[in-house]
């Protein structure tokens, strides 16, 4: 994350890491061309997203496109090159250059000219487009001052996405690192079991079932994904593009072994409380009806459809279920629902976000502690570490 207000001049060097004595408002230096090469500029920009509510701008990892959009810009051999940290060049069409950018920083050269700039990093932002104008031997920045910002399109603020297969950023992504580390902790067999490793609806239901087995049995485990889905980890340290090394691992393993707050989904994301506790929490049954008010929020990328909510309890067959219907806000869809429990007995639960098409999500295990001891089926109030804080406001 990187503490640079909006309008400051030094934005664009300090997202790209790079300063010096050329560095100016317009752009820094591009080395002059030796004899007979042809003459380049360069587009130079980061990828990121503004974390409301501190104003500050954090770095994603985004795929950049250069297309020629004036003669100008073409040249007798219809190139241009491309460079950026962590990332590789595409294959070039008609001076067309793609760029996979694994830490948000891109740097394309190109002969001077009119181009049109496209930076995406689907499917988590919308994606931005914007002109720019290459000078022989001189960077020309993005939009402000080299600040291309992209809007998330499903909040997921708080959590880490975990990719089991590498995506559009390959190995570099710390994404892909989380995962295998996820994969190798369900292999042992200890706080990670891996309850979706196909879409195969029947499958996913067999394995959430032996899931809530375990954790009637008093075994707090967390659930993990390892298909064609995503399992979110609430972290301290949740952005996408620091480094992946022993502090961040950490940090994982205590998402998981101790917060047990995850989402696992190939779509849909969900935010769930009971009696306010998270995910992962432990939720005092309120009076003597023991009621527990289970307030579920979920978000969808537009395209994606969920029809209803389920919880499912482990201690009692019974699956309670809520029809919902997604309206649209400007990046996504979302709706809110509310189960009220009854509990007259320690219990735990897990939400699920469901439809007749693939898309699917489910959260980890919420316990219930009826009899007030703060404790429910081994999971104690103690074992949780502190909870982090959302950045911004959750349902």
Known sequence: MIAVQPGAAARAMALMGKTGANDTRRGRAVEEPDAGEEPTGRVAFSCVEAVAPLGVLARVPCTATLEPISMGAQSDRGDAGATSDGGDAGDEEKGRTEVDAADGKVAI????????????????????????????????????????????????????????????????????????????????????????STDDATVREHALSAFLARLAAKAPVTPVASGNARTYVRMDDAGQVAPWDAKRELDLARGVRERRDVVLSNGPFLRVTANLAPIGGVARAAGRTHDVEVVVHVECAPGVSVERLALRRALDAAVEVRPITLHATATARVADATFHLRAPRDDVFVVTAESPTPAYAMTGPLWIDADGDGESLGRKVDDIAPAVRDKKKTP
Request: aromatic residues 10%.
């Open 109 to 196: 050269d190109a002969p001077p000219g009119k181009y049109r700039v496209t930076a995406s990093s689907e499917p988590d932002y919308v994606g931005a487009h914007f002109d720019v104008e290459v000078a022989e031997g001189a960077t020309a920045w993005g939009p402000r001052e080299g600040a291309v910002v992209l809007t998330r399109i499903v909040d997921t603020h708080g959590y880490l996405a975990a990719d089991a297969t590498p995506r559009a950023f390959g190995e570099a992504d710390v994404r892909v690192k989380a995962a295998r580390w996820l994969a190798d902790e369900a292999a042992r067999g200890g706080d990670a079991l891996d309850v979706w």
